[in-house]
């Protein structure tokens, strides 16, 4: 009890001196042009522009010849998903895709919401927005921006959509919802010029919110669209009015991180560590350091030479759905590798699986998608934006099957105003589309208690 104690006094003075040392930085960007040559004379267009997604004859039939095409591999015996996606099951994807799957029906679905474009820094921005169709009296609408990640897109968010724009508890806050996709992703145009990383996306999605007429916001995002909305709040900090989040990653060599790492798995209450956390940690050689080696392949190769891998991934579409699809099984259940049909159904439709490897197939964003890791990756894994701390308010939602797993402790580190922290019933890396009722319940209960605070202030 006395070494709990004496461990506690310590870390706590550790803490205080840190906080004092530090002071709140705003993160420093300036305007770039990501289109085709230099930018031209005269006023920028800022015109938004309503797009509608479509498919042909000659898309499917194209499509068809080359899934026809395609040369199967064995699996090796007892395989199961350990050396990737398993061929068996592939093949049963792949039949189902030619065979069944309407992606004729999925465009109308995508339809379903209003969807625009507008010139950003020189290159298109693809978005969703979602207003409510009915606003209780006495209700605001509440806007919030939603990013998404990779393998991902905007279809992750469909299904929490409605859960925002039309909540079924009268005490649910209501939202007006923006799902951009992230250039290079998706809908929206590449960029045409080396560099483009978080922060370029974020300043992008600031200038979206202003020219839709939103002086203040709600950021939310998970993968990538962790750190683009993180950066959004550390650019623009008065005009995030809170930041939510259910991924999150921080630097392992602070020293707060450092000592609960050393000491958390016997001292656990000095750290704030749960059940779940020692759980997932421990042995920590085995869990964060073995499992991110064994998971992290694909990552190597697109921080570093992405449009190698790319240009097979962009011809072949059997080849562009295992190399994504697999990631939807690995990163939802780590013990998915163990099925032989890598549990993919269980979570989530091979309609809404195939509807986001179309997404990615139609558009023929892959190549420059994988290279916003080597944008951001491929230079140093601590640009000056991980050494600045966000201080709007932030939630966090701790999803039990997340890839990496985040202590309240460590979000603390980087997020300095945590009003909200919670542990997740189930559910892994895309929660959004694995768990829209949990993220959108989370969603409002944070945005609930910062609207609170902001009235009484």
């Known amino acids: 009890m006395f070494t709990e104690v004496l461990v506690a006094i310590v870390i706590g003075g550790v803490i205080y001196f840190l906080v004092q040392k530090r002071r709140s930085q705003v993160l420093k960007t300036k305007d770039g042009w990501w289109g ?70 999925q465009v109308d679905k995508l339809n379903q919401y209003p969807h625009f474009k507008t010139n950003i820094e020189g290159i298109d921005v693809h978005y969703m927005h979602i207003k409510p169709q009915r606003v209780p009296q006495g209700s605001a609408v509440i806007p919030l921006i939603m990013v998404h990640g990779w393998p991902g897109s905007f279809y992750e968010f469909f299904g929490i959509i409605p859960l925002l724009t039309e909540p079924s508890d009268p005490g649910d806050c209501v939202f007006e919802v923006v799902c951009p996709s992230i250039p290079g992703y998706g809908f929206s145009e590449a960029p045409h010029k080396k560099g ?167 558009s023929g964003c892959i190549v420059s998608s994988m290279r916003f890791y080597k944008e951001n990756v491929g230079h140093g894994l601590a640009p000056p934006h991980t050494k600045i701390p966000v201080v709007v308010p932030t939630g966090f939602a701790c999803f039990p099957n997340e890839v990496m797993h985040m202590p309240k402790l460590w979000v603390q580190q980087k997020y300095h105003n945590l009003v909200s922290y919670t542990l997740m019933a189930r559910g892994g890396h895309f929660a959004a589309m694995e768990e829209p009722q949990l993220l959108a319940e989370d969603i409002h209960k944070f945005v609930r208690t910062v609207e609170k605070k902001t009235k009484t202030q």
């Open 196 to 362: 483009f990383d978080t922060v370029c996306a974020a300043r992008i999605f600031i200038k979206l919110m202003k020219r839709l007429g939103f002086q203040h916001f709600y950021a939310q995002g998970g993968d990538w669209g962790w750190q683009v909305t993180t950066n959004m709040a550390q650019l623009e900090p008065k005009m995030v009015t809170g930041l939510h989040l259910n991924f999150a990653s921080v630097t392992m060599g602070g020293l707060i991180v450092t000592l609960s790492i050393m000491f958390g798995r016997h001292f656990p209450k000095p750290f704030g560590f749960t059940d779940l956390d020692i759980q997932r940690l421990y042995p920590f050689m085995d869990k964060l350091v073995v499992e991110s080696i064994k998971e992290s392949g694909y990552m190597h190769i697109q921080a570093t030479k992405p449009d190698t891998a790319g240009r097979g991934l962009n011809d072949s579409p059997v080849g562009l759905a295992a190399y994504i699809l697999e990631k939807f099984s690995t990163a939802t259940n780590f013990d998915f590798r163990n099925l032989e049909d890598g549990g993919l159904t269980r979570k989530f439709s091979l309609d809404d699986l195939l509807t986001n490897i179309m997404i990615y197939w139609t």
């Open 36 to 105: 085709v040559g230099a930018p031209p004379d005269g006023e920028e267009d800022i015109s938004v522009r309503p797009f509608k997604i479509s498919t042909s004859d000659e898309e499917l039939e194209d499509l068809y010849r080359r899934i026809d095409q395609t040369r199967p591999v064995a699996s090796l015996e007892d395989s199961q998903f350990h050396y990737g996606f398993n061929s068996q099951c592939l093949q049963k994807v792949v039949s189902y895709w030619r065979n069944d799957f309407d992606w004729r029906k």
